[in-house]
């Protein structure tokens, strides 16, 4: 009857973790996000000992731990067998269970050092108790067992980090419509330069293409390779892409605009050049700001003295690519209302 009552033990999928307790490593700040609580997260990580100090935050200087918890920690799928354990009188013990998976990024600054997955399965049958540890003892051997796995990697939290010379960010291609967050991981060598650059989100080809590019022309400060500091480490950032504005096509070049151009014309045979954004964008801007000045009938003028002088401003472009884009827009719709007797503002 007391078993009825009080149900039995909890049982694990994840074994119970070693732990070297005369390894320390460095000191770590912790951010969390999830079912879990994150002060609980980090008094586990405090009592399990490995760590120098568990702190609450991000050092930008210093090594940090973004965990990210999935799972059913307060139990609330198990209700509906409860209730009915309960109208049998506990005498049909109720299964009960807290599976939960937590993701451990660990970084030092923004660099990536690693990332571990610890996910571990629970099964209790209860009668009118609950077993009164499971929920947070799951909690702990997750904790425990990601500890044991960063002793194992103890070399990862001793290495030189990167340092950036030369890291440009990627301009947004003008046929980008909406803001883009692509993960981008890639390989720094000893030398400084970088390689294998691999992208990963949803974004048209030119802009992975445009990302790629770009991070290949990053520098980091070389080192000499050594056990603290191996000739190739890994690493992983995001990168945000926004699309240009109706300002900053005013501050295109001619190269960038012809760039663009030629990109959109291989990746989208027969359709005209006015369908560009940056055009579009331009063609927006003249008709707004004529409409604040004039009327809407001069407004329509200009837009289409635009499209007839389309052609004239490409072939500039093409012809003088460090010539400024907007001074062919300007001389080519001016040139346009000047053909049809129209006075030129």
Same mark, same amino acid.
């Given at each position: 009857?007391?078993?009825?009552?009080? %149900?039995?033990?909890?049982?694990?999928?994840?074994?119970?973790?070693?732990?070297?307790?005369?390894?320390?490593?460095?000191?770590?700040?912790?951010?969390?996000? %999830?079912?879990?609580? %994150?002060?609980? =997260?980090?008094?586990?990580?405090?009592?399990?000992?490995?760590?120098?100090?568990?702190?609450? %935050?991000?050092?930008?200087?210093?090594?940090? =731990?973004?965990?990210?918890?999935?799972?059913?920690?307060?139990?609330?799928?198990?209700?509906?067998?409860?209730?009915?354990?309960?109208?049998?009188?506990?005498?049909?013990?109720?299964?009960?269970?807290?599976?939960?998976?937590?993701?451990?990024?660990?970084?030092?600054?923004?660099?990536?050092?690693?990332?571990?997955?610890?996910?571990?399965?629970?099964?209790?049958?209860?009668?009118?108790?609950?077993?009164?540890?499971?929920?947070?003892?799951?909690?702990?051997?997750?904790?425990?067992?990601?500890?044991?796995?960063?002793?194992?990697?103890?070399?990862?939290?001793?290495?030189?980090?990167?340092?950036?010379?030369?890291?440009?960010?990627?301009?947004?291609?003008?046929?980008?419509?909406?803001?883009?967050?692509?993960?981008?991981?890639?390989?720094?060598?000893?030398?400084?330069?970088?390689?294998?650059?691999?992208?990963?989100?949803?974004?048209?080809?030119?802009?992975?293409?445009?990302?790629?590019?770009?991070?290949?022309?990053?520098?980091?400060?070389?080192?000499?390779?050594?056990?603290?500091?191996?000739?190739?480490?890994?690493?992983?950032?995001?990168?945000?892409?926004?699309?240009?504005?109706?300002?900053?096509?005013?501050?295109?070049?001619?190269?960038?605009? =012809?760039?663009?151009?030629?990109?959109?014309?291989?990746?989208?045979?027969?359709?005209?050049?006015?369908?560009?954004?940056?055009?579009?964008?331009?063609?927006?801007?003249?008709?707004?700001?004529?409409?604040?000045?004039?009327?809407?009938?001069?407004?329509?003028?200009?837009?289409?003295?635009?499209?007839?002088?389309?052609?004239? =401003?490409?072939?500039?472009?093409?012809?003088?690519?460090?010539?400024?884009?907007?001074?062919?827009?300007?001389?080519?719709?001016?040139?346009?209302?000047?053909?049809?007797?129209?006075?030129?503002?």
């Amino acid at each position: 009857m007391l078993m009825l009552l009080g %149900g039995c033990q909890v049982n694990h999928t994840l074994p119970e973790p070693m732990l070297d307790h005369e390894l320390t490593l460095p000191q770590v700040s912790v951010q969390t996000l %999830g079912s879990v609580p %994150g002060p609980l =997260i980090r008094n586990h990580l405090r009592s399990t000992g490995v760590f120098e100090q568990v702190r609450e %935050g991000f050092d930008p200087a210093g090594y940090n =731990i973004q965990i990210v918890s999935v799972g059913d920690y307060y139990g609330f799928s198990n209700l509906p067998n409860q209730f009915l354990s309960a109208f049998s009188l506990f005498i049909i013990p109720a299964s009960v269970s807290w599976d939960t998976v937590l993701t451990f990024r660990v970084t030092r600054g923004k660099q990536e050092v690693a990332t571990y997955r610890v996910d571990n399965k629970t099964t209790h049958y209860n009668g009118l108790f609950v077993h009164p540890d499971g929920r947070d003892d799951n909690i702990r051997r997750i904790v425990d067992s990601f500890a044991a796995r960063a002793q194992a990697d103890a070399a990862l939290f001793k290495l030189t980090p990167l340092k950036p010379v030369h890291t440009p960010m990627p301009v947004a291609p003008a046929t980008l419509q909406k803001h883009t967050v692509l993960i981008v991981s890639y390989q720094v060598n000893a030398d400084g330069s970088v390689s294998d650059v691999k992208v990963v989100g949803d974004a048209p080809e030119l802009a992975r293409s445009v990302v790629e590019e770009t991070l290949r022309t990053w520098r980091y400060e070389p080192w000499t390779p050594s056990s603290e500091a191996p000739a190739k480490q890994r690493t992983s950032q995001p990168i945000i892409l926004k699309p240009q504005s109706l300002v900053r096509t005013q501050e295109q070049s001619c190269a960038q605009v =012809i760039q663009e151009l030629d990109a959109f014309e291989q990746s989208s045979p027969g359709k005209p050049a006015s369908d560009l954004s940056t055009f579009q964008q331009t063609s927006a801007m003249l008709f707004l700001t004529e409409l604040r000045q004039q009327d809407s009938a001069s407004a329509t003028e200009v837009d289409k003295a635009f499209a007839r002088a389309l052609p004239w =401003i490409i072939e500039q472009c093409r012809a003088n690519p460090q010539a400024d884009y907007w001074q062919y827009v300007h001389q080519g719709v001016k040139q346009q209302k000047a053909a049809t007797g129209e006075t030129p503002r």
